[in-house]
């Protein structure tokens, strides 16, 4: 059974503009290790590359937690967040879920496999800020194929059950990556890649940076790909299934 939350720890607002922003500030004026921020409504959400990221009380379950370290290499850490998400919701019964790099998590529905949350990882001195925002309804985005926890769920958890779930996880990936790093959890992390083997491209700002087959993750979470010109590793871009491959 899991120790539930220490209340102390989790400040729940109704809204506030993004939850990385606010706790990065927190942080900055001390806030301590450890500490949780969720809003029921974000007015300006945070994606990767500057993106929008919408929520709101019943739609979604958007938070950030912060984590304090010195001199911590941080280069896989979005992958090893990525992990303890799927093995929060997993244990919760979630079923059909995967990652896909750098650092969704993916749920398929209908026959693709769509999006079911986000992570923004930032950094700030020694504070570490995790933000992850999970859908618990399938927004609705015009460039994106989207899913909610109803998807792969039957019965939904209450929200504060399921961030102490995710944090639990969280908490316990963060320990393991700070002693070794991402390494020892590169293997799980493969095994739930979505399209591990697969003909992909890699994406950024609507140019294609390139494409080949997907030959996973290297030992600090750079994308490795198979391309015309060899092997090549990667540490930025949007990566999609090559069209007519899905
Ligand atoms: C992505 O683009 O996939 C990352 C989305 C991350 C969104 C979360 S919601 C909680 C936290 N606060 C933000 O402003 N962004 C992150």
Known sequence: MMTPLHPERVEWRAECASTNTLLREQAEAGAPAGKALVADRQTAGRGR??????????????????????????????????????????????????LKWP????????????????????????????????????????????AGLFDCLETLPERPALLAAIIHELDSI?????ARGFA????????????????????????????????????NGALCLVTNEGEQTFWAGDLSLRAGDA
Do not use: Y
């Not at 999970?134 to 927004?139: D, I, M, S, V, Y």
């Not at 739930?192 to 494409?211: N, T």
């Open 103 to 146: 650092n969704d998590l993916l749920c398929r529905k209908n026959g693709t496999d769509a999006k079911l949350a986000g992570i923004l990882i930032e950094c700030a001195g020694d504070a570490v800020i995790i933000g992850i925002g999970l859908n618990l309804e399938a927004p609705d985005l015009p460039e994106q194929t989207t």
């Open 174 to 178: 963060w320990v393991d990556f700070v």
């Open 184 to 219: 020892p959890l590169r293997a799980d992390w493969q095994a739930r890649h979505v399209w591990q083997g697969k003909f992909v491209r890699l994406m950024e700002d609507k140019r294609v940076l390139a494409e080949g087959i997907c030959r996973g993750v290297d030992d």
């Open 49 to 98: 590359h500057g993106r929008v990221w919408q929520s709101s009380p019943k739609e979604s379950l958007t938070f950030s937690v912060l984590f304090r370290g010195k001199g911590i290499a941080l280069s896989g850490l979005s992958l090893a967040v990525g992990l303890a998400l799927l093995r929060a919701l997993e244990k919760q019964g979630a079923q059909n879920l995967s």
